[in-house]
């Protein structure tokens, strides 16, 4: 089945760790996103990619860091320096292309806990 | 001003009502608008895009988009319970602009 994973779906963090989700698709899409959303408000953008080797900060970059070294492969790293790092992170991918269907399709996301 | 706003709600309508949910945005590079529905504690899952001015009809769920006034809205007829979710709208240039940014949702609530 085609689709996005997401790993672990629970992932719990001592203050002061760094931690990395994972987020991999075989659906060979080109973009993959990373969003953080907190209760009750909507999904905002950490980093997205639109090729590999390539990507992008978006609006609340700090803390966060990601690479892409393989095409169906788009892991985030939550460093020590994200001050609020307890959220609900959920990957993406949509397909490259120049038309105007480019549904992002979603992983399942992971709940991120700080203890 | 925010790239996509959303009335944040919550929005709550009797089964069998029409319940509207609006968004305007900031970009008018723009090229298509996409609806998603997130239930709580899950992922967001699609339910209509848009890319024309005007009306497009899916079922029970009617989208309408106005360029010039920079306005997309998301109709729901018939509203169900099992409609009650928070509503994503996400305006897009397009893979090749890269950028996917959302709205904060509206929360809709549909009472029995």
Known sequence: ?115 | QKEVEQNSGPLSVPEGAIASLNCTYSDRGSQSFFWYRQYSGKSPELIMFIYSNGDKEDGRFTAQLNKASQYVSLLIRDSQPSDSATYLCAPSRGTSYGKLTFGQGTILTVHP
Request: net charge neutral; with cysteine; glycine share 10%.
């Open chain 1, 1 to 115: 089945d085609g689709g996005i994973t997401q790993s672990p779906k629970y992932l719990f963090r001592k203050e002061g760790q760094n931690v990395t989700l994972s987020c991999e698709q075989n659906l060979n899409h080109d973009a993959m996103y990373w969003y953080r959303q907190d209760p009750g408000q909507g999904l905002r953008l950490i980093y997205y990619s639109q090729i590999v080797n390539d990507f992008q900060k978006g609006d609340i970059a700090e803390g966060y860091s990601v690479s892409r070294e393989k095409k169906e492969s788009f892991p985030l790293t939550v460093t020590s320096a994200q001050k609020n790092p307890t959220a609900f992170y959920l990957c993406a991918s949509s397909i490259g292309y120049r038309g105007p269907n480019t549904e992002a399709f979603f992983g399942q996301g992971t709940r991120l806990t700080v203890v």
